[in-house]
């Protein structure tokens, strides 16, 4: 009897023990459905209209408006080498010399078949005068004359040849000589002393003294917005304290597939001294205005891996996710193309793991 009565008391605490925690966790169940279902505290802001004119600003680089491409005009060793990367030089400066040993040789013997020539055309030239002479007087034939003529007539022809051939050796002889053409700074140098060059190698290129230009590399995109000024301020990256003004010149047809951009050149109205060739600069542009909404970063979430809002039905203070296309990025400012309309109320701060109809409660008070 004590055994049995021993075991009846065991299975009761038992039953007790079970009873107590299936109280407590039905009441913790309770009590974490009343807090789940409190307002969820957010901080929220009104949507309104904004006076959008975004500004668009680049680094470019000056270069010369002109550049030339350097080359001789005949083939030939590089005996001299006289300017490098970087040298001002006028337009009758030599970059450079061919050996003209060859060039030599050739209006030496030009010279000499002109002299030749020369000769070959007094003997005919006194010839035929008597031949003239002598059938005014009968003491000839016709035929002798026409004979005299003729070879008159074939030396002056040879005398213009030779003279050519002369001209053609002396202008080749000439073309050892590399000049600039025109004044600039040497900015690409591809030959050296003892290289063998081929006719119409680029040997040098030079940037023309004159205008200059401000040239960028743009997304394609920009071009899709109006802008409100056809101006565009540069400056001075290692000064900024000087600026200059300019006007887009010239936008490339092409666009660069290894980076999406477009090379757009911006002509610069009286370029200051310091806006040297190959000086970078900053390019600020402004857009039209256009009505649009900005609402601040931290209230873009995102849905389906796109950009989304949280709003706030007033009447039920509950929330949904809207989804929006985006304009453009400001300082801790998203600016907003289509999705929200004014007066919307939408999340700005405390939106982190809500769901759909949830209930918030504003913590800025009303939305303003």
Not at 48 to 67: K, N, Q, S, W
Not at 237 to 242: L, N, R, T
């Amino acid at each position: 009897m004590v055994f049995y009565s021993f075991r009846g008391a065991k299975t009761l605490i038992l039953a007790v023990f079970v009873l107590v925690i299936a109280v407590g966790l039905a009441g913790c169940q309770q009590e974490a459905a009343r807090v789940q279902n409190l307002p969820r505290p957010v901080q929220v802001e009104t949507v309104t209209v904004t006076d959008y004119a975004p500004t668009v600003r680049l680094t470019g680089e000056i270069r010369a408006r002109f550049e030339s491409d350097l080359a001789f005009r005949i083939e030939g060793r590089v005996s001299e080498r006289m300017v490098n990367v970087g040298d001002q030089v006028n337009a009758d400066q030599v970059l450079a010399r061919l050996d003209p040993q060859q060039q030599e040789a050739s209006v030496t013997a030009a010279d000499a078949n002109m002299r030749a020539a020369e000769a070959a055309l007094r003997e005919a030239t006194r010839t035929y005068e008597r031949q003239k002479a002598l059938l005014a007087k009968g003491f000839t034939t016709i035929r002798e004359h026409d004979q005299a003529e003729e070879t008159y007539l074939k030396a002056r022809a040879s005398l213009d040849n030779a003279g050519a051939q002369l001209g053609t050796a002396r202008d080749h002889l000439s073309d050892t000589v590399l000049r600039a053409g025109v004044a600039g700074i040497i900015t690409a140098r591809k030959v050296e002393t003892g290289q063998v060059v081929q006719s119409a190698q680029t040997a040098f290129t030079i940037a023309q003294d004159g205008p200059r230009d401000a040239v960028f590399n743009v997304n394609e995109l920009i071009f899709a917005q109006e802008p409100a000024d056809p101006a565009i301020r540069l400056t001075l990256v290692s000064d900024p304290a000087m600026k200059a003004k300019g006007s887009v010149r010239e936008i490339s047809p092409i666009m660069d597939t290894s980076n999406g951009t477009v090379t757009v050149k911006v002509a610069i109205e009286h370029p200051p001294a310091g806006m040297t060739l190959g000086a970078s600069v900053v390019g600020e542009g402004r857009f039209r205005s256009r009505n649009l909404v900005v609402v601040p970063w931290s209230a873009v979430s995102s849905a389906n891996r796109q950009p989304a809002v949280w709003t706030v039905n007033p009447q039920t203070k509950r929330l949904s996710l809207r989804p929006i296309a985006i304009e453009g990025y400001e300082r801790e400012k998203v600016v907003v193309r289509e999705g929200l309309q004014p007066g919307e109320i939408v999340v700005t701060g405390g939106a982190q793991f809500m769901w759909p109809q949830q209930a918030v409660a504003f913590t800025n008070g009303d939305a303003s």
